[in-house]
């Protein structure tokens, strides 16, 4: 599953609205985002992704680097390509960060939605992945979105845990309790 830890990531846009919970207005809000990462966290999303926008270099393309241990996938396989979408919806995600607004103003959120994202393959092997999160934030942390947008936040993403690893946690958390 796609996610990331301390990574530089670009709020474009917040925007805040109500949902309707049954017959409660309930704070909504999407966060628009973009990250530049190696082009492997293709992989969290699906095999095929990186080999259809990467490609190794051809001699003379790039020089050799060091501990390059992931295929030498580097180079553009069609320059032309215009940013793929990919309409997968992922459910369950959690983020934090530092807001910045003060020392200690950490933002922590759970059960987020993942969608619209849209891959961008950059030479040299980067891929810029952008994405909304949708989610129910308290009024506060509404407030610190909206004066987030455009702004760049180190991120930490985490996907949400299969039932497996759930039971493995907990099975842990009783061992060392």
């Not at 609205?17 to 809000?29: M, S, T, Y």
């Not at 051809?58 to 215009?82: C, I, Y």
């Not at 810029?128 to 180190?154: H, Q, R, S, T």
């Amino acid at each position: 599953m796609f996610e990331f830890k301390n990574q530089i990531v670009e709020i474009t846009n917040y925007v805040t609205r109500q949902e309707i919970h049954g017959d409660k207005f309930v704070l909504a809000g999407t966060a628009k985002c973009k990250t530049i990462l190696h082009n492997s966290a293709l992989e969290g999303f699906s095999h095929k992704i990186r080999p259809m926008l990467f490609r190794s270099a051809k001699s003379g393309e790039q020089p050799e680097l060091p501990l390059n241990d992931d295929g030498g996938l580097v180079e553009l396989q069609m320059p032309e390509l215009a940013p793929l979408k990919w309409s997968g919806k992922y459910p369950g995600y959690s983020m934090a960060f530092d807001s910045g607004i003060s020392v200690d103003d950490r933002i922590e959120l759970r059960a987020i939605e993942l969608c619209d994202f849209i891959f961008e393959a950059l030479p040299g092997g980067s891929v810029a992945i952008y994405f909304n999160a949708n989610f129910n934030p308290g009024w506060m942390d509404a407030g610190k979105f909206c004066w987030l947008a455009k702004k760049e936040v180190e991120m930490t993403l985490i996907a949400p845990k299969s039932t497996a690893q759930h039971a493995e946690a907990d099975a842990q958390a009783e061992i060392e309790a």
